[in-house]
């Protein structure tokens, strides 16, 4: 009995050990060399795990600056050329992502210095890392997995695409396990769960020696056969997240996100979400919004290009609302409350500023508006044949929603009489982008009358608006654009607000 259970233990612990012996000829000699830039990247951005970069480097450039000249040998299969010591994608010949591309614009590092500078290289791709995870709601190690998955140049749509993708990531986590490395490169062991991260039977796939892959799946030799990873978004704190079927949607290619696209769903909340799963539909939204109670779905990850608004998907994010826009009795209060939120939690993350937000009346059909004005319907994008969300959506409330915490203080005026100009004065013009309140409020008045003598507005894209008391919540006079004056308006409150907006252009 005691030979066996020796036996059974000899067999336990052998079972446990590596199939291979740690290899140092996979270790490059110039592989410590930039130890100080990855240093001082986690210094600047010490919410990346230590070793999570070496590991990108160590997967793509085995922790070597590469560097091409016309002498340079080129791939005989025509696998696109990664740069630098992160290894970037400059150009993916229209199947690879131009992650290159991406990591400049989300780090403001140039792609030639991405390319040809180390330090620059290392520290770009940090800054990119870190504003990823700053958006990201996941948590733990499936978090990071994400970032590195929206960062690899490698598309995702397959099941033969995922695995690899995720055999891009199988390594670097191989890499943060080992001690030789840690002990190298100044790491701890972060004790990842693998087989959790990718899935038990994913796992096995992975890591296995010899995988087959046809059209009726991957398997190992051992027989597990690997599904695709399910990649769970949450960009909007509070969302439910349901995926749209990976062929209804694509890579951004590195387009940064500059635009919100107002839809309705013609149809229900229920019916969008079903549809987008259709392998066949060829359509999806990032957002879906119920009527009753804003209730919100998130079906695309924002860094991914949803199919939406045409030949404007690549830099726009989609929000599909519960109705159809010729109908009443869809778009609720409860819908537009929810629905700013997602906008703004969106323009808060890409910089993009709620005062672009279209603010004109509702209409009917196609009106395509400049490129200056960053949230607006699917009617107003070039190149659309839709109108929605069409004559019932209330883009003056929108707009409030947007901006109401926004709102500069108004210039005070107390005076019983008096003369207003706009911004340019008497002769000159005003500006692009304003937004200016007046409130007249003279101490102890029944009513206050307002004289227009000149007016010129561009029409139908700048606005005054006149309100019978002191907020924009009191109630409106009238809404005046163009050329033709106001007259005499008088507010019986006792005071009136008057609000200008110019727009971008």
Known sequence: M??????????????????????????????????????????????????????VSFSYTRLQHHDYNESSPKSCSGVPRTYG????????????????????????????????????????????????????SDKGWVKHANVLRTLSELPQNTIQQDFA???????????????????????????????????????????????????????????????????????????????????????RAGTSISAITIHDIEGTYAGAISWFQNPISNVSAHYCLRSIDGQVTQMVCESDKAWHVGTENPYTVGLEHEGKADYEGWYTEAMYQSSASVCLNTMNNYGIDPLRSHQGPPEYGINILGSCIKLKGHQHFSGTSHRDPGLNWDWAYFYRLLNDGTTPSPISITSSSGTIHDSGGAS????????????????????????????????????????????????????????????????????????????CA
């Open 428 to 503: 000159g013009n005003y500006g692009d982008d304003e937004r200016l309140y007046w409130l007249i409020e003279p101490p102890g008045a029944t009513s206050v009358t307002i004289s227009f003598t000149s007016f010129d507005l561009e029409l139908n894209w700048d606005y005054m608006y006149l309100y019978d008391g002191n907020s924009v919540y009191d109630d409106l006079i009238g809404v005046y654009t163009g050329t033709s004056t106001p007259g005499t308006i008088t507010a019986e409150s006792g005071s009136v607000l008057i609000e200008f907006r110019s727009d």
């Open 2 to 55: 005691r030979i066996n259970k020796a036996l059974l233990l000899a067999m336990i612990i052998f079972a446990c050990l590596p199939a291979f012996s740690f290899d140092h000829r996979i270790v490059a000699s110039e592989s410590t060399e930039y130890k100080q830039y990855f240093n001082s990247a986690y210094e600047n951005y010490p919410e990346i795990p230590r070793g999570v970069l070496e590991a």
């Open 85 to 136: 010591i992160m290894g970037l994608t400059e150009n993916g010949k229209g199947y690879f992502k131009n992650n290159l591309k991406y990591v400049a614009v989300l780090s403001g590092i140039s792609k030639q210095e991405l390319m040809t500078d180390p330090e620059l290289a290392i520290f770009g791709y940090a800054k990119a890392y870190s504003a990823l995870l700053k958006k990201s």
């Open 165 to 251: 993708l995720n055999s891009q990531l199988y390594v670097m986590f191989w890499f943060l396990q080992q001690e030789e490395f840690q002990s190298r490169f100044g790491f701890p062991n972060h004790e990842i769960d693998l087989s959790a991260l990718f899935g038990k039977e994913n796992y096995k796939v992975l890591s296995a020696r010899n995988v087959s892959i046809s059209d009726e799946g991957i398997k190992s030799s051992g027989g597990s056969n690997y599904s695709k990873v399910s990649r769970h978004c949450s960009d909007y704190p509070g969302s439910i997240w349901v995926a749209a079927d990976a062929s209804n949607f694509s890579s």
